[in-house]
């Protein structure tokens, strides 16, 4: 492969010397103060939800498990799932992928664990263990998505596959009795 060394423009030279780095339009400060009073408001309004899902199971004659594992999930990442279909309508697999399975992985390895130890620092004890109907709809979809990516392809035959089990898992939830309730 040749280098060009003249691909870059000269200093002085006439042409655009504007700098390509856009001034931040809040500072440092006014973004670390917005960032907390967003955490703040979310974190208050979240209270609130999780404490309308028992009314709201009562009501709809809905299981609160459905309600949290289906229901909750769907509506709060959809900001994500409408990414992952955007990059996915564009060709753009990879990425749509790293969209969705990063959420996942993210949720597994960083959020449970640190519920777990917030819950212990606060003294609301939160532990991981699953019982068997969780654990084996949690293995069962690992394993799933794990044979629909292993050949790194797509098409619309394993996307309806996915989107079937995805039915399957949200009405074995609806349908299943926990035992502790």
């Known amino acids: 492969m040749k280098e060009d060394g003249n691909w870059h423009p000269e200093e002085g ?48 004659e809905i299981p609160v498990a459905f309600i949290s594992v289906i229901l909750l999930p769907l509506v709060g990442n959809a900001a994500e799932h409408a990414s992952a279909i955007m990059f996915a309508m564009k060709d753009k697999l990879d990425i749509s992928l790293g969209v969705a399975i990063g959420s996942s ?41 794990a044979f629909m990516l ?3 392809t797509a098409n619309y035959f394993k996307g309806l596959m996915l989107i079937l089990c995805y039915l399957i898992v949200a009405a074995s939830f609806y349908v299943h009795i926990d035992s502790s309730e």
Do not use: R
């Not at 010397?17 to 103060?33: A, L, T, Y």
């Not at 967003?38 to 709809?60: Q, R």
């Open 150 to 152: 292993q050949e790194g």
């Open 13 to 60: 030279q006439s042409g655009n010397n504007s700098n390509d780095d856009e001034s931040p339009d809040i500072s440092k400060w006014e973004s670390i103060i917005w960032l907390s009073v967003m955490t703040a408001w979310i974190s208050i309004l979240s209270e609130y939800l999780v404490g309308a899902i028992e009314g709201a199971s009562t009501a709809w």
């Open 105 to 145: 992985t993210q949720i597994s390895m960083f959020v449970i664990p640190f519920c777990v130890v917030i819950g212990w620092i606060t003294g609301h004890p939160m532990d991981l263990n699953f019982q068997l109907f969780e654990t084996a709809a949690l293995f069962l979809t690992v394993v799933v998505v």
